[in-house]
């Protein structure tokens, strides 16, 4: 979304909240989140208590925009402050709210990318994603394996449930599959229908004293995604490989929304319930 556009969301707080209103409720018609019934009571502070089960809710309840509390305007600069990519502490101070804060904030809207991905359900259910919306720890014991796929100007970035830590480094040491690293990420030459196997070096290398100098990697020579992806991922810093999976399944859709509506996209999705 052009700055002048996004400007005219944001030019008073009740515009703001009509434009996230509008993503969650598309007709107006305001039904329990819970239980679907219709037959609502309105309460003080813009909430609502359903007559059937007594949930009380507000407009953005059990949405990815109801997992911080702030302003709809707020929402809003925090999504523009993503979609040009500025740093968590930034949009923090841009906004004068909490790193913890902004950190809820953009683990929401990357658990909604990965939500509305194509492996986005078995991602949820395989990882217990659904924890880190209730503030929960997820550790991982070894890291997964992700396969990159090019197809019509898309990207594809595919997580291999049948290929594990283990097939990898079987891969590596018994059938000599090619390796390069770029920052804490390794990647591959071609196997299967993928032009690389993506993995994060989650000790891996140290572990079994691998070593990432093959000179022939195709991905090299790639135009599309890698160029797109490469500088991204060098800067990445992180240490663990739960962030490396949101991280990259980002990086697949703001690959595949480069030259769409990445903004309202992102509100989109956060106006979803959560599963
Ligand atoms: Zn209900």
């Not at 140290?206 to 991905?219: M, V």
Request: aromatic content about 14%.
């Amino acid at each position: 979304m052009l700055l002048k556009d996004y400007e005219q969301l944001v030019v008073n707080p009740q515009k703001a909240a009509r434009y996230l209103q509008k993503l969650c409720w598309p007709n107006y018609q305001r039904f329990c989140p819970k239980c679907k019934n219709r037959k609502l009571k309105q309460l003080p502070n813009e909430k609502r208590k359903c007559l059937k089960c007594n949930y009380s809710f507000n407009d953005y309840s059990l949405r990815y925009f109801g997992v911080i509390r702030t302003t709809p305007d707020n929402w809003l600069r925090i999504i523009k402050l993503f979609e040009m990519e500025v740093q968590l502490e930034e949009i923090a101070t841009q906004l004068a709210l909490s790193a913890n804060t902004i950190r809820k904030a953009i683990t929401a809207i990357r658990l909604a990318i990965v939500a509305n991905s194509l492996d986005g359900n078995l991602l949820f259910q395989r990882f217990h994603l659904h924890r880190l919306l209730k503030g929960e720890k997820i550790n991982f014991f070894s890291p997964p394996v992700f396969g990159l796929i090019e197809h019509e100007h898309q990207v594809y970035i595919d997580f291999l449930p049948d290929l594990d830590l283990e097939s990898f480094i079987h891969l590596k040491l018994n059938f000599l599959l090619p390796t390069q690293k770029i920052g804490s990420v390794i990647y591959t030459a071609p196997i299967r229908q993928y032009i690389s196997l993506l993995i994060y070096d989650q000790k891996i290398t140290q572990k079994y004293q691998l070593e990432h100098t093959s000179q022939h990697i195709p991905l090299n020579g790639n135009k599309n995604f890698w160029p797109f992806a490469k500088r991204r991922l060098a800067n990445f810093r992180t240490t663990n490989s739960l962030n490396f999976l949101l991280y990259l399944k980002e990086l697949e859709f703001r690959y595949n929304f480069k030259s769409k509506d990445f903004f309202g996209q992102i509100a989109t999705y956060l106006a979803t319930f959560i599963e």
